[in-house]
T-cell receptor
Framework: ETGVTQSPTHLIKTRGQQVTLRCSSQ?????VSWYQQALGQGPQFIFQ???????GRGNFPPRFSGLQFPNYSSELNVNALELDDSALYLCASSSARGSGGTSGANVLTFGAGSRLTVL | GEDVEQSLFLSVREGDSSVINCTYTDSSSTYLYWYKQEPGAGLQLLTY?????DMKQDQRLTVLLNKKDKHLSLRIADTQTGDSAIYFCAESWGGATNKLIFGTGTLLAVQP
């Protein structure tokens, strides 16, 4: 069983550029979530994709967008990069099931992240 | 609000117990989680607790939940140097188990 893989691991961009980050979900998982982790902070929820549709979004502007493909892999796109976009971007996969009951926790499996630096 | 609060730093000696505390905000959270992050790595799930439980034990880890005070703690028994990392608590957002609100993290430093 393979885990969550992300690419690239590190990249440097300049303000105003665009970036695409990629994520392959864990085998058997059909839901992908993206989180932004700024230095010294906890991860912040960006959005989630399920069945190729956005299924919930955090407090991020529209220049953060995503895609999910039929094989459940996903991309995060960020346009018009700003200095504050410098962060570790984490992808997490899970299988979408309902909540309820002590066995209903739907845990997230995280990748190692893509570290983006915007100069 | 959606703030999950943790103390920033905890230092313990090897072999002692560590207790990391967390205060969450969403009373509808179904599950509460503890994640570990080592330098340069992603997040590793340590354990989670369902909101109708008070305590959960998993080997060296004990989670205590006080739902009235919205307080969650993680106790690590016999702390080892390999436990040095940042620990995040997280609550499920609006009851949805897939979307998490994370705390700011507690850096645990274990002194040999």
């Amino acid at each position: 069983e393979t885990g969550v893989t992300q690419s690239p691991t590190h990249l440097i961009k300049t303000r105003g550029q665009q970036v695409t980050l990629r994520c392959s979900s864990q085998s058997g998982h059909n839901t992908v979530s993206w989180y932004q982790q700024a230095l010294g902070q906890g991860p912040q929820f960006i959005f989630q994709y399920y069945r190729e549709e956005e299924n919930g979004r955090g407090n991020f502007p529209p220049r953060f967008s995503g895609l999910q493909f039929p094989n459940y892999s996903s991309e995060l796109n960020v346009n018009a990069l700003e200095l504050d976009d410098s962060a570790l971007y984490l992808c997490a996969s899970s299988s979408a099931r309902g909540s309820g009951g002590t066995s209903g926790a739907n845990v997230l499996t995280f990748g190692a992240g893509s570290r983006l630096t915007v100069l | 609000g959606e703030d999950v609060e943790q103390s920033l730093f905890l230092s313990v000696r090897e072999g002692d117990s560590s207790v990391i505390n967390c205060t969450y905000t969403d009373s509808s959270s179904t599950y509460l989680y503890w994640y570990k992050q080592e330098p340069g790595a992603g997040l590793q799930l340590l354990t989670y607790i369902f909101s109708n439980m008070d305590m959960k034990q998993d080997q060296r880890l004990t989670v205590l939940l006080n739902k009235k005070d919205k307080h969650l703690s993680l106790r690590i028994a016999d702390t080892q140097t390999g436990d040095s990392a940042i620990y995040f608590c997280a609550e499920s957002w609006g009851g949805a188990t897939n979307k998490l609100i994370f705390g700011t993290g507690t850096l645990l430093a274990v002194q040999p």
